[in-house]
């Protein structure tokens, strides 16, 4: 049935996808031929809903080929196993947005903590965490989204696809019986990117750092005594942790200086090499002890 046909303009309306991006869809064979009825040229109602779970899909990542398969179910298919498709591709996305975070913390304490190098690597991986957070996200939506027949508004897919992402699960053991460790990225206004900035001019100061005694997973960061230091240092503290709730911080100011001990769990044990840097090679351990 060729009645209510949408032009390319009311499509974009209706389906809220910038009408540049279905010019890029019609272009890549994801978005069907227009249809003509009389002398309106458009496309049917129907094509609503597969667009916008297209840019849903676009926007995690999927390739092109996963798209066009998805789109296919979406128009044609049944909702259950279009969404066993779209877990698969959001699985397999996933795992490599994971890597890429690994890859990017590499990189960064291969840079140096505070460098402009290592500002353009966590802000990378930081970006990286959005998106494995809304990944993640997604795929918990699939679990529960269960839908009988056709894809449409309100299936499964539309609901999965629609799931915010602002918390991010780092990579877990699911034999473990602890929880997977996890950051609130939208903790006071999810301004992670913001405090590079910040953390880089603190680094810049670091003097030494420090083995911790209590745990392998920790550093003791020490900084020349300054009251303007020690409160930037402070407020950096507390916003990880309203993020990242699961480290400890440990501002101390006595005889020998500032200093800030950092503690994380094994599992996070990247983020933390990433973010402030490992301890110096040759340090001795009880030398340093205040």
Excluded: K
Aim: proline share 6%; hydrophobic share 40%; glycine share 10%.
């Amino acid at each position: 049935m060729t009645a209510g046909l949408l032009n390319l303009t009311e499509l974009s309306a209706e389906s809220g996808v910038p009408a540049p991006r279905l010019r890029q869809y019609a272009e890549a064979g994801l978005l069907p031929p227009a249809r003509r009825d009389g002398g309106r040229l458009g496309y049917p109602p129907a094509e609503v809903t597969t667009v916008r779970a297209l840019a849903g899909a676009e926007d995690l990542g999927l390739d092109a080929d996963t798209l066009a398969t998805l789109a296919a179910g979406w128009r044609d298919g049944e909702c259950t196993s279009t969404q066993h498709r779209l877990a698969a591709a959001v699985t397999a996305r996933l795992d490599q947005v994971q890597a890429d975070i690994a890859e990017r913390n590499r990189q960064a304490v291969a840079a140096g903590p505070g460098t402009a190098a290592w500002a353009t690597e966590i802000g990378g991986s930081a970006s990286l965490s959005e998106d494995a957070a809304r990944l993640q996200a997604v795929s918990a939506a699939l679990t529960t989204a269960a839908h009988d027949g056709p894809c449409g508004d309100g299936c499964g897919c539309a609901t999965a696809l629609a799931a915010a992402g602002t918390t991010y699960h780092f990579p877990h053991d699911a034999t473990s019986s602890e929880a997977a460790l996890a950051c609130d990225l939208v903790a006071d206004g999810g301004d992670a990117h913001d405090r590079i900035g910040v953390w880089q001019q603190a680094l810049a100061r670091v003097e030494r750092r420090d083995p911790l005694p209590d745990t392998p997973d920790g550093v003791a960061l020490r900084f020349p005594f300054d009251v303007e230091l020690a409160a930037s240092l402070g407020r950096l503290a507390a916003a990880e942790y309203r993020c990242c709730s699961f480290g400890s911080y440990t501002l101390i100011v006595d005889g020998a200086g500032l200093r800030l001990e950092v503690r994380m769990p094994g599992e996070a044990a990247g983020m933390l090499a990433a973010v402030v840097g490992l301890p110096d090679t040759g340090v001795n351990d009880a030398a340093h002890q205040p």
